[in-house]
């Protein structure tokens, strides 16, 4: 038997035996040892293979069975089970997070909005005439002001905090971003046919701001009715008289009003048992609807003519020449809706990658810490079967290389048995001598006719 090589190190062959790379000197099929010069050429080329390959499987996806550890270094190293609890955790830990950003995403498809006091300051004041005063401007109108006697109308308003009891600092929602139109209506018979109206509508370039203030010449009290219509988002729509008795919703969005509708077709048992796209009208739908039976889908076109616009919030105030000072101001309580504060964190927290790079590096250094385990495993099972049986170890891996040999040069089949005679005589190969022969004369007759030109009709 040759001398062992002088290194072996311990890589997987194909056939479950270690492979040994070349360092130093390296044992030849034929007998002998080859040269220092030669053996460092077919290192730095195995080496350069190893790191291409290598970079391969750093852009190849990791995957979590990665991470583990195998039972063999479990058994080794019982310290490592630390580590497992802390990967089973970290799963855990991963689904939970996975199934709340999920939710969040659900949530956020949805109007989330709370309910809070709007205080409306509906306030006064006269102003005596000055003929030597110039003319002004004023602030709502933008009419010129005539040094006459004349009062101010002021609408504000302040977001109240979640007690109702202050205003909130810290909200961002200035008085007119909670309305789609505002009109004072001042008495028709005072102030004409043209001038009896004070009107606000938001429009797309509309900036809001924290209320109105309107002016008009006079010096004597006024009554005035301030129209105030709440910018509902989503949009919210009034129900008829009837539907809103049976359902119990006076205002609401359209698809709460369908959720509505559909929640008393299922309590009533108004879906028709044979054709489950019909709806049986009870007694109160076909006043409603005016059908004894209708289609699911006609559902909304049937619900269209049953809702119109919110009505206004109607505030009436009398604009009294003869109140002291402290009674010129009115206050009034509106409910409105705001988005949620959570809404944004729940985004943020959706979009953010804040931590993303730190624990995708973390990943990799567990990837390759776990990687390095395996080859120290490796290695260590390969110098332990070299050292409880060295021949049997030599002869073994010789085996395995002279298989992957064989494999890497499509030489396949059993080298031994094809050295005999015998292994000619079998019933396959009386067949199989023939058609050889036959392909090889049918190849060579075809490079002939090619050559001479002949064409076959």
């Given at each position: 038997?040759?001398?062992?090589?002088?290194?072996?190190?311990?890589?997987?062959?194909?056939?479950?035996?270690?492979?040994?790379?070349?360092?130093?000197?390296?044992?030849?099929?034929?007998?002998?040892?080859?040269?220092?010069?030669?053996?460092?050429?077919?290192?730095?080329?195995?080496?350069?293979?190893?790191?291409?390959v290598?970079?391969?499987?750093?852009?190849?996806?990791?995957?979590?069975?990665?991470?583990?550890l195998?039972?063999?270094?479990?058994?080794?190293v019982?310290?490592?089970?630390?580590?497992?609890?802390?990967?089973?955790?970290?799963q855990?830990?991963?689904?939970?997070?996975m199934?709340?950003?999920?939710?969040?995403?659900?949530?956020?498809?949805?109007?989330?909005?709370?309910k809070?006091?709007?205080?409306?300051?509906?306030?006064?004041?006269?102003?005596?005439?000055?003929?030597?005063?110039?003319?002004?401007t004023?602030?709502?109108?933008?009419?010129?002001?005539?040094?006459?006697?004349?009062?101010?109308?002021?609408?504000?308003?302040?977001?109240?905090?979640?007690?109702?009891t202050?205003?909130?600092?810290?909200?961002?929602?200035?008085?007119t971003?909670?309305?789609?139109?505002?009109?004072?209506?001042?008495?028709?018979?005072?102030?004409?046919?043209?001038?009896?109206?004070?009107?606000?509508?938001?429009?797309?370039k509309?900036?809001?701001?924290?209320?109105f203030?309107?002016?008009?010449?006079?010096?004597?009290?006024?009554?005035?009715?301030?129209?105030?219509?709440?910018?509902?988002?989503?949009?919210?729509?009034?129900?008829?008289?009837?539907?809103?008795?049976?359902?119990?919703?006076?205002?609401?969005?359209?698809?709460?009003?369908?959720n509505?509708?559909?929640?008393?077709?299922?309590?009533?048992?108004?879906?028709?048992?044979?054709?489950?796209?019909?709806?049986?009208?009870?007694?109160?739908?076909?006043?409603?609807?005016?059908?004894?039976?209708?289609?699911?889908?006609?559902?909304?076109?049937?619900?269209?003519?049953?809702?119109?616009?919110?009505?206004?919030?109607v505030?009436?105030?009398?604009?009294?020449?003869?109140?002291p000072?402290?009674?010129?101001?009115?206050?009034?309580?509106i409910?409105?809706?705001?988005?949620?504060?959570?809404k944004?964190?729940?985004?943020?927290?959706?979009?953010?990658?804040?931590?993303?790079?730190?624990?995708?590096?973390?990943?990799?250094?567990?990837?390759?810490?776990?990687?390095?385990?395996?080859n120290?495993?490796?290695?260590?099972?390969?110098?332990?079967?070299?050292?409880?049986?060295?021949?049997k170890?030599?002869?073994?891996?010789?085996?395995?290389?002279?298989?992957?040999?064989?494999?890497m040069?499509?030489?396949?089949?059993?080298?031994?048995?094809?050295?005999?005679?015998?292994?000619?005589d079998?019933?396959?190969?009386?067949?199989?001598?023939?058609?050889?022969?036959?392909?090889?004369?049918?190849?060579?007759?075809?490079?002939?006719?090619?050559?001479?030109?002949i064409?076959?009709?």
């Amino acid at each position: 038997m040759q001398p062992p090589p002088a290194h072996l190190s311990p890589h997987a062959g194909r056939h479950g035996m270690p492979v040994a790379p070349t360092h130093g000197m390296r044992m030849q099929q034929g007998g002998g040892v080859q040269s220092q010069g030669r053996v460092s050429d077919l290192t730095k080329k195995r080496l350069a293979a190893d790191t291409k390959v290598r970079t391969v499987q750093k852009v190849k996806k990791r995957k979590l069975g990665d991470k583990v550890l195998t039972q063999r270094v479990r058994e080794l190293v019982p310290e490592s089970q630390a580590y497992m609890d802390l990967l089973a955790f970290e799963q855990k830990l991963d689904s939970t997070i996975m199934r709340k950003r999920l939710e969040i995403q659900e949530t956020l498809k949805k109007p989330m909005k709370l309910k809070r006091k709007l205080r409306v300051f509906i306030s006064h004041q006269f102003f005596p005439g000055d003929p030597e005063m110039p003319p002004t401007t004023g602030t709502a109108t933008a009419d010129s002001e005539p040094p006459v006697p004349h009062w101010e109308l002021k609408v504000e308003g302040r977001l109240l905090d979640e007690a109702g009891t202050k205003p909130d600092p810290t909200s961002k929602n200035r008085f007119t971003s909670f309305f789609k139109n505002l009109v004072v209506e001042l008495d028709k018979d005072a102030y004409g046919p043209d001038n009896h109206l004070a009107e606000w509508h938001r429009d797309q370039k509309t900036e809001d701001n924290d209320g109105f203030t309107i002016s008009r010449p006079g010096e004597e009290s006024v009554k005035a009715t301030v129209l105030l219509l709440l910018n509902h988002q989503p949009v919210q729509y009034k129900l008829t008289t009837k539907l809103a008795r049976l359902l119990g919703i006076h205002t609401a969005t359209r698809p709460t009003i369908i959720n509505a509708v559909w929640q008393y077709i299922k309590t009533n048992h108004l879906q028709d048992p044979q054709e489950r796209e019909y709806i049986n009208n009870d007694k109160y739908f076909q006043q409603i609807f005016e059908v004894p039976r209708m289609k699911f889908t006609e559902l909304p076109r049937r619900l269209q003519p049953l809702l119109s616009p919110p009505d206004p919030i109607v505030i009436h105030h009398i604009i009294n020449a003869d109140a002291p000072e402290g009674k010129r101001t009115a206050c009034y309580d509106i409910e409105v809706e705001i988005d949620d504060p959570l809404k944004s964190s729940m985004h943020s927290f959706l979009i953010s990658g804040t931590n993303q790079q730190e624990i995708a590096t973390l990943d990799n250094k567990i990837y390759e810490t776990v990687e390095q385990i395996n080859n120290i495993k490796l290695q260590r099972e390969f110098y332990l079967g070299f050292a409880h049986d060295p021949q049997k170890f030599i002869n073994e891996w010789l085996a395995s290389q002279s298989r992957d040999l064989r494999a890497m040069k499509d030489k396949m089949g059993n080298s031994e048995a094809e050295r005999r005679s015998s292994f000619y005589d079998q019933t396959w190969c009386h067949e199989a001598v023939p058609r050889y022969f036959y392909a090889k004369v049918s190849q060579r007759r075809t490079e002939l006719e090619q050559a001479l030109g002949i064409h076959h009709p």
